[in-house]
């Protein structure tokens, strides 16, 4: 009677746990197939797994492919090393003759050292599936790709797959402090439990890992960009090589961010001059030290001289130097040194726009050969939306590698669904004219565009120790999208909504439909409720949550939101023209003659560049004031409409992401009102126009709005 009691207990609690979707799983899902068809039609060509566990690395793939198809197909696998219908053959030409066999030798040279092949065969009869690579890591991801193929539903009877990483190294960045806060992020605690490493490896790290390598990331910088010289001390590398030692069979390397004043914080060094020899040899003998602890370590990120860190010019040296002493450091064993182009000073007079171009340019061709320049996609700092930074195509000689940020700090934070994907495709496939038409971004990061010898992509990581990893369950795709994107910048936003959503949600047509034309819209809506038509950093002082486009009292000019706006009685916007800041100097030609004409100055890019007069006419007919009214109003009633297609799902996906994300949804829809009344009642102050018909009126007063204070935001 008991035990049987206890069984009830325990198939409902199986049933619960079951339904139960709590997000922790992320795309990684492996629930069998519903779909009757599509489960008869792989079980009858998946019926057995051949690789061989020789490596950490093939291991990983080995236990991937095992849990994904057993789960997937609700069968048993078997492993066989013989080849019988129905055989998964993972492996290198070296490990297979069937490999060596069926993969011709274009086929695998094109999968070079990360990538790999997927493809059927006939071998004496027997039909087969091969994913073939020329590296475990390449077979790894091989394997979480065949794994996506059935999760999405994709036909595998007529298989020629061959993908390769378009940018060598893809990389996350985690703004994450040693006492387990994290800059800029919304999704709880650090994920690094520094106090109980390096004894205690948690699951989330292989977890982690695995989720980063079925999207291909092979990089991650633990540690936030104003760094704490902790990091560098023996303990602390310790728990470091703990976490590499956990990632390395999933390809992902460990960096760290480098503190300039380490010689003088941890070494006892008078000065951190790079020119100084003492301080040369101490971070040359701290590179051997991290090399000890691990072999592998990938090399530093740097943020000096930006926003009061220590830097080389300090003591009246270049970026170059610093960058140079660094460099040379990690070289010998290989590293790289990732060197931060985020500066700007208040006490230079000079629009903030322009300063990083006119800091780097200058400093061309004098980098090592192991130094790249991350910079971010936009001149002034992760913005709704921005122009592309100038810096991308102007350095010949240096390579550039992009900054984007997956975590939303202007963007809503954790509360608002926004899909980054399509904002970073408008960045990469951004024309800069360099080399005349076709000049993408993309084309300078990847190299194809130049002979640079180091490719890399960056991503400031969204990811935190809530049970979903990202707070919002939507901030999952960013993370995912960000990484197909680092392997493949040709795919289209569509296509990884699409992936994202049938491996996280469902495979129900329907809902698929909704739930990417929420997606694909998303950025935009936030856009028009937020910074409408080149508006940009009118966020709230120090937090960033919420607008406050008022603000001037903070210390610094170019810290405040009147001097990115700078509305007065005769209109809005920025002049960086000729007549103004010329910041449109440091594009080419193309693209300055067409921004700078304010007839041809795309409509979104309007008040970054120009300061416009209230009544100037736009493209749809509307004065620039009503224009402005229009666009905070079309964005708050898009989320609007956003909310009613969202509760359509309801019986289509599980219960606990469909009520979390409706709750999201009611808070996103209250803070774009809010954002839509507070901006119009202060920039009326200006315009003293009356709001057009048909635009909602601000529920509240002026003052009403500048009084709110949100003293504990997250993430500051
Ligand atoms: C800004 C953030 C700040 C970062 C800085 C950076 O507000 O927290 O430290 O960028 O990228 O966006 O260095």
Redesign the pocket.
């Known amino acids: 009677m008991r035990k049987a009691l206890l069984i009830v207990l325990l198939a409902t609690y199986m049933s619960l746990r079951l339904n139960a979707e709590d997000g922790y799983r992320l795309w990684l899902r492996y629930d069998r197939i519903s779909n009757p068809t599509l489960l008869s039609a792989y079980r009858s060509q998946i019926s057995s797994l051949s690789i061989e566990k020789n490596s950490p690395t093939l291991t990983a793939a080995h236990d991937e492919l095992l849990t994904g198809l057993e789960g997937l197909l609700g069968m048993k696998i078997n492993l066989h090393t013989s080849i019988i219908n129905g055989t998964l053959l993972i492996g290198t030409p070296n490990q297979s003759k069937t490999v060596a066999n069926n993969v011709s030798r274009t086929e695998i040279e094109k999968a070079g050292k990360q990538g790999f092949v997927i493809k059927n065969a006939l071998i004496n009869g027997k039909k087969i599936i091969l994913v073939a690579a020329n590296t475990d890591i390449g077979l790894l991801y091989g394997s979480f790709h065949f794994i996506r193929l059935l999760q999405t539903g994709k036909p595998i009877s007529n298989l020629h797959i061959i993908s390769s990483p378009l940018i060598e190294n893809r990389i996350l960045n985690h703004w994450d402090n040693l006492n387990r806060t994290v800059?800029?992020g919304y999704a709880g605690s650090s994920i690094w439990d520094w106090h109980r490493l390096p004894g205690y490896i948690d699951q989330r790290y292989k977890d982690y890992a695995r989720a980063n390598a079925s999207i291909g990331i092979n990089g991650t910088v633990l540690t936030n960009?104003?760094a704490n010289a902790l990091v560098l001390s023996g303990m602390y590398l310790e728990k470091c090589a703990a976490l590499a030692a956990t990632f390395r069979p999933y390809g992902i390397r460990v960096y760290l961010t480098a503190r300039f004043s380490a010689p003088v914080e941890l070494g006892g060094l008078k000065t951190a001059d790079p020119l100084d020899e003492k301080v040369k040899q101490w971070w040359k003998d701290k590179a051997a030290e991290i090399y000890r602890h691990i072999p592998d370590f990938g090399g530093f990120l740097v943020?000096a001289n930006?926003?009061g860190q220590p830097g080389p010019q300090n003591y009246g040296r270049t970026h170059a130097d610093g960058a140079n002493m660094l460099a040379d450091a990690v070289a010998p064993f290989g590293g790289i040194v990732m060197w931060r182009a985020?500066v700007y000073s208040n006490e230079t007079p000079d629009d903030r726009f322009k300063q990083a171009y006119n800091e780097f340019k200058p400093l061309d061709g004098l980098f090592r050969k192991n130094v790249v320049l991350q910079v971010k996609n936009g001149p002034i700092?992760?913005q709704p939306r921005e122009p592309f930074h100038p810096l991308f195509g102007a350095m010949k000689q240096t390579p550039l590698m992009m900054e984007f940020q997956i975590t939303q700090?202007y963007l809503g934070q954790a509360t608002h669904l926004v899909f980054l994907p399509v904002m970073f495709k408008e960045v990469l496939d951004a024309d800069t004219y360099i080399n005349g038409k076709g000049s993408t971004v993309a084309k300078f990061i990847d190299g194809s565009s130049g002979n640079q010898n180091l490719s890399a992509m960056a991503g400031v990581a969204n990811i935190g120790s809530d049970r979903n990893w990202t707070g919002h369950p939507f901030g999952q795709a960013n993370w995912y999208g960000y990484g197909r994107l680092a392997w493949d910048h040709r795919l289209s936003s569509t296509d990884i909504a699409e992936e994202w959503i049938r491996q996280t949600f469902t495979n129900d047509a329907g809902a698929i439909s909704t739930i990417k034309n929420i997606m694909l819209r998303s950025h935009e809506m936030l856009v028009n409720y937020m910074t409408p038509l080149g508006l940009n950093h009118i966020m709230g002082n120090g937090h960033?949550y919420g607008p406050s486009p008022w603000s001037a009292n903070l210390p610094r000019a170019d810290w405040n939101p009147v001097y990115y706006h700078r509305a007065d009685s005769a209109g809005i916007g920025f002049d960086r023209t000729s007549t103004g800041s010329n910041a449109l100097s440091q594009y080419a030609q193309t693209v300055r003659t067409k921004w700078e004409n304010i007839a041809s100055c795309p409509e979104e890019y309007l008040l970054w560049f120009h300061h416009v007069s209230w009544n100037h006419k736009m493209k749809s007919g509307r004065t620039l004031w009503e224009e402005l009214c229009y666009k905070y109003n079309e964005g708050v009633d898009s989320i609007q409409s956003v909310q009613r297609q969202w509760k359509q799902l309801s019986s289509r996906i599980d219960k606990q992401r469909f009520a979390e994300v409706a709750m999201l949804l009611g808070i996103q829809v209250e803070e774009a009102t809010w954002w839509r009344d507070a901006c119009l009642s202060y920039f009326q102050t200006f315009s003293r126009q009356p709001i057009p018909r048909g635009v909602g009126e601000p529920r509240h007063s002026l003052d009403y709005y500048k009084s709110l204070r949100f003293p504990y935001a997250p993430g500051n």
């Open positions: 800059e800029r960009v104003n943020k930006s926003e985020f700092d992760f700090e960033h």
